[in-house]
C-alpha cells in the first residue's frame, strides 16, 4: 500500500489532494447527503416549507406498482443487455483467437463501437427501427410479416433500447474476452487435442472455465452499465415510454425529480440506487478480484 | 491452430463478418442517410446506398444548424465538446496524478480517510444522486458555464487508482537516489515522475477523452443556454421535434459527427487506447 521510502514534508500532502477532495466534497458527498437528507422529508413544489415524514417517502415508493415495475423493466432490461452484449462478445473473441491472418482487422473493426456514446446509440437504432422509414423494421414487416411500433408496443420499445445498449457494450467485452483467452497457455488446449478432444469439449471444459474471472468481472460491469449508464439511450429514444414499458430506475429517478418535481421521492429514488450501487462496488472489490482465481 | 478443419475455419470467418456486419450496419445506415435529402427518406424502403446531397447536408449542419430543433451551428456545438471532453480529461489526470503522489510517496495523517473518501466516488455516478448535485452547481451559480460543465466531473477514482497503482512499482532506490541528490519532492515528481507515467497518462488521456465527449445528463441539465450545447446532447433535441419532420438526414448527419472524434482518437491509437483501457478496469 505505501513505498518503504518516502519524502517528508507537513503540508505538502495535504496541498497536493486538496483539489481531488475539494471536488468530492462539495460535488459527491455533498449531494448524497443531501439526498439522504430530503429522502426523509416532503416538500411542497415551490420549496417553501418541507415536513420531516420519516420513512414515508420509501413507504410510497415500495406501495407503488409503476415503482416496482421500474425495478422489474431494469431487471428484464440489464439481464438481456449482459447476456447478449457477453454472449456475442465471447462468439466473436474465440473466433478472432483462432484466426491468424487478419485477425488485427478483424479486432480494429470490431472494437470502434466503444468511443460511440450510448445517446448515439440509441439514436442510430432508433432511425434503423423507426416504423415508417426504419430499414429493420421495413425487413421484419417484410420477411416476417412483424408489425414493428415501439410507439405503441412496450415490449417492442424494450426490446429496442436493449439492443442498442447492448450493441455499444459488445466493443468492451470483446477486448476483455480476447485478453483473458490470449492470457491461457496453449499447451493447455495443445495437450487436451493430443487426447482427442474436439474443439467444442476443449472450450467448454478448459477455455470456459479458465476464462471465468473475466467472465465474473465482466458480469458485474456490465450490469452496473446497464443499470447505470444506459439513462442516455432511454432520454435520446423512448423517453421512458410508451407507458413506462422502457422506465428503467435510473430514469425514474431523473423524471419523478425534474419532470414530476417529487423531490423527496426522486430523493428516495437516489439513496435505493446508491444502496444498489455501493452494494455492486463491494461485490466486485471483495470477491471478484479474489476468488475466481487459477 | 491446432489441428486443420476447413470447415471450423470458415466457420470462424462466418462468425466474424457477420459480427462486423452487425456493428459496422447502423453507422453504414446513419452515414448513408445523411447524404440524401429529407423527402428521399420519406419513402419506405430508405436507400441503402449513398445519395449526392452530403455536401449541401453537412454544409447545413456545420454552419446552420437543423432549424427545427433551435438552429444552434454544429461547429458551436463541436467545440463546446471538444472543450468539455479536453477539461475534464485534463482536469481528471492533473488532480489524480497530484492525489496519488502524495498518498503513495507521503506518510500523513488522514491519509487512509482521503483515500477512502475518493474510493467513493466510484460508487456514486451522476445518474445517481443528478438532482441534489443540479442543485448543488445551481448555488454555486455555476448553471450554464463551461466550469459548470467540467468541474463537477472531474473527481476520479479510476485514475487515481491508476496512478498509484503504477507508482507503487516505481523502486524505492529512485526515491532514495533523488533524495541522496536533494531533490526535493516537487523536483522528483516534475523531473523523473512525470517522464516516467507518460504512457500512462497517455493512455488514460484516449479513455478519458472518450468518457468527457460522450457526456449526456450531465450537459442536458445544467445547459439551458444553445450557445453552450454539445453536440451528443444536442441531437437529443432532434429526435424530439424530429418524429413529424423529414430531417432525419441532419439528425443522421449530427450522430456522424458526434461519433467521429472519438472514434477516430480509437482507430488512430488503438494500442494505447486497449492499454488504458484493460488497465484502468484492473
Not at chain 2, 446513419?30 to 435529402?37: K, R
Not at chain 2, 441531437?235 to 419532420?245: A, D, F, K, S
Request: net charge positive.
Amino acid at each position: 500500500m505505501q513505498k518503504r521510502v518516502f519524502f517528508r514534508s507537513w503540508w505538502l500532502p495535504y496541498v497536493l489532494v486538496a483539489p481531488q477532495i475539494a471536488v468530492t466534497l462539495v460535488f459527491f458527498i455533498w449531494p448524497a447527503y443531501q439526498a439522504l437528507e430530503s429522502s426523509f422529508y416532503l416538500e411542497d413544489a415551490f420549496g417553501f416549507s418541507r415536513n420531516f415524514v420519516g420513512w414515508r417517502n420509501f413507504e410510497e415508493l415500495f406501495g407503488d406498482a409503476g415503482y416496482l415495475r421500474s425495478f422489474r423493466t431494469t431487471l428484464i432490461f440489464g439481464l438481456s443487455v449482459t447476456i447478449l452484449s457477453m454472449g456475442m462478445a465471447l462468439g466473436l473473441a474465440v473466433c478472432a483467437n483462432r484466426v491468424i491472418r487478419s485477425s488485427a482487422a478483424y479486432r480494429t473493426l470490431l472494437i470502434w463501437p466503444y468511443a460511440v456514446a450510448p445517446a448515439l446509440a440509441g439514436v442510430l437504432w432508433f432511425f434503423m427501427m423507426n416504423p415508417s422509414l426504419g430499414i429493420v423494421a421495413y425487413m421484419l414487416e417484410s420477411t416476417f410479416g412483424m408489425d414493428w411500433n415501439h410507439y405503441v408496443n412496450g415490449n417492442q420499445a424494450l426490446a429496442l433500447v436493449i439492443v442498442a445498449a447492448a450493441w455499444k457494450q459488445v466493443s468492451y467485452n470483446f477486448l476483455f474476452f480476447l485478453a483473458g483467452l490470449q492470457s491461457i497457455p496453449k499447451s493447455l488446449i495443445e495437450a487436451a487435442a493430443i487426447d482427442r478432444a474436439g474443439p467444442v469439449r476443449r472450450f467448454w471444459s478448459i477455455v470456459f472455465p479458465l476464462l471465468s474471472p473475466t467472465t465474473f468481472f465482466l458480469l458485474v460491469v456490465n450490469l452496473v452499465y446497464a443499470f447505470f449508464d444506459t439513462f442516455a439511450i432511454i432520454h435520446a429514444t423512448t423517453s421512458g415510454g410508451p407507458a413506462d414499458a422502457t422506465s428503467i430506475l435510473v430514469y425514474k429517478v431523473y423524471s419523478t425529480g425534474f419532470v414530476g418535481q417529487d423531490y423527496g421521492s426522486s430523493a428516495a429514488q437516489s439513496v435505493i440506487l446508491m444502496i444498489m450501487v455501493i452494494a455492486m462496488t463491494f461485490f466486485q472489490f471483495r470477491f471478484i478480484d479474489r476468488r475466481v482465481n487459477y | 491452430m491446432i489441428e486443420n478443419r476447413p470447415f471450423l475455419k470458415i466457420l470462424t470467418h462466418v462468425v466474424l463478418i457477420s459480427g462486423v456486419l452487425f456493428l459496422c450496419f447502423p453507422v453504414w445506415m446513419a452515414l448513408v442517410a445523411s447524404t440524401h435529402t429529407g423527402e428521399a427518406l420519406a419513402r419506405s424502403p430508405i436507400p441503402i446506398w449513398f445519395g449526392d446531397e452530403a455536401i449541401a447536408n453537412y454544409t447545413q449542419l456545420l454552419t446552420g444548424g437543423v432549424p427545427a430543433a433551435g438552429g444552434v451551428p454544429l461547429s458551436t456545438m463541436m467545440l463546446n465538446s471538444l472543450i468539455m471532453a479536453l477539461g475534464i480529461t485534463i482536469g481528471k489526470i492533473v488532480i489524480s496524478l497530484l492525489s496519488a503522489y502524495a498518498i503513495v510517496f507521503f506518510r500523513f495523517p488522514f491519509r487512509m480517510l482521503f483515500f477512502w473518501l475518493i474510493f467513493v466516488t466510484l460508487m456514486l455516478p451522476v445518474e445517481v444522486r443528478i438532482l441534489p448535485t443540479y442543485d448543488v452547481v445551481a448555488r454555486l451559480g455555476m448553471l450554464n458555464s463551461y466550469s459548470g460543465l467540467i468541474i463537477p466531473l472531474i473527481a476520479s477514482a479510476t485514475a487515481t487508482f491508476l496512478f498509484r497503482q503504477f507508482f507503487l512499482t516505481i523502486p524505492d532506490e529512485l526515491v532514495e537516489a533523488a533524495r541522496i541528490d536533494r531533490a526535493g519532492p516537487i523536483r522528483f515528481f516534475w523531473d523523473i515522475l512525470l517522464p516516467l507515467s507518460k504512457t500512462n497518462i497517455a493512455a488514460l488521456f484516449i479513455i478519458l477523452f472518450i468518457y468527457g465527449w460522450n457526456q449526456y445528463l450531465w450537459p442536458f441539465i445544467i445547459t439551458t443556454d444553445t450557445d453552450l450545447y454539445t453536440i451528443v446532447m444536442g441531437i437529443q433535441r432532434m429526435t424530439n421535434v424530429g418524429e413529424g419532420l423529414p430531417i432525419w438526414h441532419l439528425t443522421m448527419g449530427t450522430a456522424v459527427l458526434a461519433m467521429l472524434p472519438p472514434v477516430l482518437v480509437v482507430l488512430v491509437m488503438q494500442r494505447l487506447f486497449v492499454k488504458g483501457l484493460v488497465e484502468s478496469e484492473k
